[in-house]
T-cell receptor, first 112, second 112 residues
Framework: AQSVTQLGSHVSVSEGALVLLRCNYS??????LFWYVQYPNQGLQLLLK??????LVKGINGFEAEFKKSETSFHLTKPSAHMSDAAEYFC??????????FGTGTRLQVFP | DGGITQSPKYLFRKEGQNVTLSCEQN?????MYWYRQDPGQGLRLIYY???????QKGDIAEGYSVSREKKESFPLTVTSAQKNPTAFYLC???????????FGAGTRLSVL
């Protein structure tokens, strides 16, 4: 079955440190890939999306993600964490473009 | 402003009662979705609809029902058959074939 795996349900970093949130998907066929962010008691907001153009995708708030077909990965990074980045992050994958399969999410904590 | 409106923000259900969650979109999207979010489980698809007067079950449809009489509206009814309804419910929409989904702010349902 097609699936999405986010390694690490919780990630903690210091303010100013590198943020790395991991996402792997199960199929070797490149799908559409997305990262969403959710702040407490709110809906999901799109951070960035990969749709078979450049493999390095830049999103909002200084985040970016790199699609690596050989590793079936789409990890999310940000060079320098800010306190406002504390939230839950979801990786999502679409194979047939009408349904999304979500990872279980990674909660990011940022310490001063 | 274009977007997805969910109401109410908070909802309480008594034992044996059916409750209906509202979802309205003005993005002119063909497809609409309902997800359930529980801590540590990510988003699970309840129902989705790709066209008016048609909808399909998702992964956890038991105890829920939907209708799609208008393109803009996709209400979700949590029936008394759903024995564990306490969760955060998210509605989303997308232009068919685009993969990318846009989300509402969510409804938190609790049991009295």
């Amino acid at each position: 079955a097609q699936s999405v795996t986010q390694l690490g349900s919780h990630v903690s970093v210091s303010e100013g440190a590198l943020v790395l949130l991991r996402c792997n998907y199960s199929s070797s066929v490149p799908p559409y890939l997305f990262w969403y962010v959710q702040y407490p008691n709110q809906g999901l907001q799109l951070l960035l999306k990969y749709t078979s153009a450049a493999t390095l995708v830049k999103g909002i708030n200084g985040f970016e993600a790199e699609f690596k077909k050989s590793e079936t990965s789409f990890h999310l990074t940000k060079p320098s964490a800010h306190m406002s980045d504390a939230a839950e992050y979801f990786c999502a994958v679409s194979w047939n473009t009408d349904k999304l399969i979500f990872g279980t999410g990674t909660r990011l904590q940022v310490f001063p | 402003d274009g977007g997805i409106t969910q109401s109410p923000k908070y909802l309480f259900r008594k034992e044996g009662q059916n409750v209906t969650l509202s979802c309205e979109q003005n993005l002119n999207h063909d497809a609409m979705y309902w997800y359930r979010q529980d801590p540590g489980q990510g988003l699970r698809l309840i129902y989705y609809s790709q066209i008016v007067n048609d909808f399909q079950k998702g992964d956890i449809a038991e105890g829920y029902s939907v209708s799609r009489e208008k393109k803009e509206s996709f209400p979700l009814t949590v029936t008394s058959a759903q024995k564990n309804p306490t969760a955060f419910y998210l509605c989303a929409s997308s232009a068919t074939g685009a993969g990318l989904q846009y989300f509402g702010a969510g409804t938190r349902l609790s049991v009295l």
